[in-house]
């Protein structure tokens, strides 16, 4: 009977490891993705702001409403800005996220080459005794006759 593999539980603990960091993984790439999703919102936001301001004030417009656009295009610039340092964090925790599954996964690969080491001498031990036994078995009938 084969013997179980020693690491068993670490390799399960490996697994459960790397199942979370591509989980995490994925989480951080979503929320990148949406951060990416929302800057290029505000720029079109902004784009199309910009140009009803230029077309009001070619139609024109007072003071007033003048300061108000201006106001609000400020305002747009500093949240896209705000919105710019978002992705790049958000980037960068990707990225970290990126490292950690990849070193799990090497972690992973490291015990699984070792289970697999593992079940392939046991494999060869398991063949080894089943075929002394057929030789033994062999040799029995052998032995009865001559005797």
């Known amino acids: ?3 179980p593999f020693p690491l068993q539980t670490i390799l399960e603990l490996m697994q459960s490891r790397t199942d979370e960091a591509t989980r995490n993984l994925a989480r951080l790439i979503a929320n990148e993705r949406d951060a990416k999703a929302k800057l290029e919102m505000l720029q079109q936001y902004r784009d199309e702001y910009a140009a ?3 077309q009001a004030a070619q139609s024109g417009i007072n003071q007033r409403e003048w300061h108000n656009y201006q106001h609000f ?5 500093d949240a896209i800005d705000a919105q710019r340092n978002n992705v790049a964090a958000q980037a960068k925790q990707t990225v ?3 490292l950690q599954w990849q070193q799990q996964r090497k972690k992973l690969k490291a015990f ?3 289970s697999e080491r593992h079940h392939t001498a046991e494999n060869a031990r398991e063949m080894k005794r089943e075929q002394k036994m057929q030789d033994e078995f062999a040799i029995r009938p052998r032995a009865d006759k001559e005797v």
Not at 73 to 77: E, I, T
């Open 96 to 98: 970290a996220g990126q």
């Open 1 to 3: 009977m084969p013997k």
């Open 52 to 54: 009803r301001f230029r």
């Open 73 to 77: 295009l400020n305002r747009l610039d």
């Open 112 to 114: 699984d080459t070792l």
